[in-house]
Structure formats: structure tokens, C-alpha cells
């Protein structure tokens, strides 16, 4: 059981375009500075998602409302977004069996089919509400602040439907995951009696994936929310080391922060080889952007990386062309496997055609891992650095070890960004527009905000 980052690609002494070895040595200075900071801040309380892992009160809450709900439901439906919705996703993909909602409920070991509401696009929820049965439906309300303008129209619209369908026992239907004391969720659930599960105040969304918004959905489905914590425990105590080169979530978010300001690589793709692993990528976009893309002080032209999701080896024919010959601005990260729990063998067939002759014999696991070699091969060629995660499999425990490991690397880059990696002001205003436009009563500023925004020019219009 490990993961392991081999850097070796992200260095000049391996690739014509990387870190040189005296900016490598000298960011052992930045960290340290970092490191100080980060210890600080956790002193302070406010980098709650670290002790997540040894929270068994926390862990109890998930796993005591599944045993009391099991057999209850056959559709478990999460409302969410952001945070509280590409955590679940991340997971569920990456745990679960293949096409979960497809199987038969003994395929699925008796759990429920799991369904992600994580936008207000109507056509989306229209068509799921058409064709659950509600008796036998669970709907996860999942907001820390308890009032996203998106979750809370998704929960109107479910519980306009259970209220009709089953007045008083609609909370039967209900959970929610939120603040433990602040919130309209958790007013309306105290009055109402509806179940909640806490996400601590020290969480923040997008670090919230090992709180129930990740573990209650997975304890419902039944995956090993226990080996979930466990990895993520190792790779936070290996995250304590003051020395760079022993701290992986360092190591990552120190390389690219270098890439970055030293090498003008701003551009960061995470790239699994692995289906399961795929949905890993656009939660760590959401982790990385967020957390570092914003302004160190009023009014500065603004700071950070841009993240990008890519999948081996479906990507090497659509975005591999742009990060061997296109702008220079980019790292690759790979995450690789170190075993595929399932492998097929590819039969010697057509052995007189050369182009699928040389297939017949070897195995799409290790085809899939050698693309994997090929391609950042390829890449350290041509002078553009990239690195590799190393993950023994795709289990419980190796995924919370690498959401740590992922999570603990954006608090260091934010450090060494020098931006808050904790909040997310740039998003406040569209939501202050949209609240306007919406009528509602405490947006007057916003209106008049709104309203001082030049008209469409019918003259930039075709
Ligand atoms: O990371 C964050 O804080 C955000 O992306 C939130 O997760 C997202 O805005 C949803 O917020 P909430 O959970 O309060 O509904």
C-alpha cells in the first residue's frame, strides 16, 4: 500500500525544459516558510480537513444513519454542487463496480442506484423526477453554507414533490448534510426534524470530500469508508515533514508553484490512466482553482494557476498534441496503477498484419501503463516537464491517500502563491447578480450594481 511521486521529469537534469537544481535546492527555503505557515494555520484550527481521518465521531454519524436507512431505499439521490457534489462523483467512480446503476440490486449487493444532481439544468432534473419512485428514494441534501441559489431551487423542487406525495413524511425522504449550527438547512431541519449530518465549521467545501458530504454516500453504497480514512491518515502523518523531499503533498504543490513562477508553466493537468480514477481530475480542477486562482491584494492584476482534467489514454488523441508542441506553459501530472484489479489478455490475432500483430500476447493493463511511459517519455523529450503518481491500486485506501495527498498540496501552494487557498471571494459577485435578478430582499446593492452595467450593444451583436 503506497503512493509514491516520481519527480524525476520535472527537473533539468532530466528534461532540456525544467526546474534547474539550484531552483529546486533553493525552494527548500520557500517551503520552510511555507511549512511554518501551514503548521501555524493549523494550530489555528482552520485547516479542519487534516484531522478528518481520525474523526470517529464524525465517521459514526455516516455510518450510523446507513445501517438505520439499509434496505430502505433503492435510488440515493445527492443534491449539490461544487464541493459538495465532485467529492461523491470522485468517489463513486472511482469505488464502486462499473455502470452501478445499471446492475441488478444483487449485483449490487443490496445498495442503492446513486444519481449526482449537481446543476440547475431542468432537462437534467425533470427527467430523473419522472422516473424515480419516491417511496423508495433518499434525497441527500448536501450544502456547508445551507443556502447555495442551486442546491436550495434542486431541494424546492424535491421537496414540492415529496411534500405532495407524502405530506408529513417527506423528512423520511430528507437528509441533510450541512453546518452544525448555521444555515436555512439547518433551520428548516431543526424545525422539522429532519436527519443531519455536520460538516465541521473548519471544512470548506472543496476540502469536505472526507466529512459525510464524501463518506455518507459512500457508506450508503457500501464501500470501505473506514480504508477511505486510513489512507488518508498515512498520507497526512507522511504531509507533517518539515523536510521538502519526505513530503509528497509538499513535493507536488512546491513543483508546480516552481513551474510556475520559475518556468512560466501555469498550466497544471492531472491526467490518471484509469477510468476509475478519471473523476479524481475534475475534483482536483475544482480544489486548484479555486483555492489558487484569486488576488493577494485589492485591486492586483490577480495570481494562480489554471487547472486542467485529462484521462490516459483516451487524451493522447485529443489533448496530448497540445502539451507536446503547443504553448510551453504546461506540467502534466499522471496518475498511474500499480496493478489493474481486472486484466484482459489481447489474443494473437491477425498475425500477418503489422499494425495489430505486435498487439496479440500482451495485456491492456500493461498496454494501458505503457502508453502511460510513452507518453511522459515523449513529453520529457520534447523539453516539457511532468511527473507521476504512483498508486498501488485503485482501492479505498490508495483514493484518501491521494485526496490528502492532493488537498494538503493546494494549502502549500496557496502559501506559496501567497493567496488565501481557504476562500473563494472572485464567486461572490455573480452570486449577488444572480440573487438580484431573482428579487431577492436583501440584494438591493447587487441591483443597483447590475443595473450600472452597460446594456447589450446591438452593434457587438451578429
Ligand atoms: O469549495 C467551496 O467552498 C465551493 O465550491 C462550495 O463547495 C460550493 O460553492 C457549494 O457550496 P455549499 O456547500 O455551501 O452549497
Not at 489555528?44 to 464524525?58: C, H, N
Not at 433518499?138 to 424546492?156: C, D, H, P, R, W
Not at 422539522?192 to 472543496?206: C, F, K, Q
Not at 458530504?213 to 518539515?242: F, Y
Request: glycine letters at 12%; one cysteine or more; hydrophobic letters at 40%.
Amino acid at each position: 500500500m503506497t503512493i509514491r511521486i516520481d519527480y524525476t521529469n520535472m527537473l533539468a537534469g532530466a528534461v532540456a525544459g525544467g526546474i534547474p537544481a539550484a531552483a529546486w535546492e533553493g525552494a527548500q527555503r520557500d517551503f520552510g516558510a511555507a511549512h511554518a505557515a501551514v503548521q501555524q494555520l493549523r494550530k489555528s484550527g482552520a485547516l479542519g480537513f487534516l484531522d478528518l481521518p481520525r474523526d470517529r465521531a464524525l465517521h459514526d454519524q455516516s455510518r450510523d444513519f446507513a445501517k438505520r436507512v439499509r434496505g430502505k431505499f433503492d435510488d440515493v439521490v445527492l443534491l449539490g454542487i461544487g464541493g459538495s457534489a465532485l467529492g461523491p462523483v470522485a468517489l463513486h467512480s472511482a469505488l464502486n463496480k462499473r455502470d452501478w446503476n445499471t446492475l441488478t440490486k444483487k449485483e449490487r449487493s443490496g445498495r442503492p442506484r446513486f444519481h449526482v444532481l449537481d446543476n440547475v439544468d431542468p432537462g437534467t432534473i425533470g427527467h430523473l423526477m419522472g422516473r424515480l419512485e419516491l417511496e423508495r428514494t433518499l434525497f441527500v441534501v448536501i450544502s456547508k453554507s445551507g443556502g447555495t441559489a442551486e442546491t436550495m431551487a434542486q431541494y424546492l423542487v424535491v421537496r414540492g414533490a415529496l411534500n405532495e406525495r407524502f405530506g408529513a413524511g417527506a423528512r423520511e425522504h430528507l437528509v441533510f448534510v450541512t453546518d452544525p449550527a448555521k444555515g436555512a438547512l439547518r433551520d428548516i431541519a431543526k424545525h422539522e426534524g429532519v436527519a443531519t449530518l455536520d460538516i465541521p465549521p473548519n471544512v470548506g467545501g472543496r476540502f469536505s470530500v472526507l466529512t459525510p458530504v464524501g463518506i455518507l454516500p459512500a457508506a450508503l453504497l457500501g464501500m470501505k469508508t473506514a480504508q477511505l480514512l486510513a489512507g488518508a491518515a498515512d498520507m497526512e502523518k507522511r504531509c507533517r515533514s518539515g523536510v521538502l523531499r519526505e513530503n509528497p503533498g509538499a513535493v507536488f504543490g512546491t513543483l508546480q508553484w516552481l513551474a510556475d513562477t520559475a518556468l512560466g508553466r501555469g498550466t497544471h493537468v492531472l491526467m490518471p490512466y484509469s477510468d476509475k480514477l478519471r473523476d479524481l481530475a475534475p475534483w482536483f480542477v475544482q480544489l486548484w482553482a479555486e483555492s489558487l486562482g484569486k488576488h493577494r491584494a485589492e485591486g492586483d492584476a490577480g495570481f494562480g494557476p489554471t487547472p486542467l482534467a485529462a484521462r490516459g489514454a483516451t487524451d493522447q488523441h485529443s489533448q496530448v498534441q497540445l502539451f507536446m508542441e503547443g504553448t510551453p506553459n504546461k506540467t502534466v501530472s499522471f496518475i498511474q496503477l500499480g496493478e489493474h484489479p481486472v486484466d484482459v489478455p489481447i489474443p494473437k490475432l491477425h498475425q500477418d498484419v503489422p499494425e495489430l500483430a505486435y498487439l496479440g500476447g500482451h495485456h491492456l493493463g500493461e498496454l494501458i501503463d505503457i502508453e502511460r511511459r510513452a507518453t511522459a517519455g515523449a513529453l520529457a523529450r520534447r523539453g516539457r516537464p511532468n511527473l507521476t503518481i504512483h498508486a498501488d491500486h485503485a482501492d479505498e485506501w490508495h483514493v484518501g491517500a491521494l485526496i490528502m495527498l492532493l488537498e494538503v498540496a493546494t494549502i502549500y501552494a496557496g502559501h506559496l502563491y501567497g493567496v488565501n487557498p481557504l476562500n473563494q471571494p472572485g464567486v461572490e459577485l455573480g452570486k449577488q447578480f444572480t440573487y438580484a435578478m431573482l428579487g431577492r430582499a436583501d440584494a438591493d446593492a447587487a441591483r443597483r450594481e447590475w443595473e450600472k452595467l452597460p446594456k447589450p450593444d446591438p452593434d457587438a451583436s451578429v
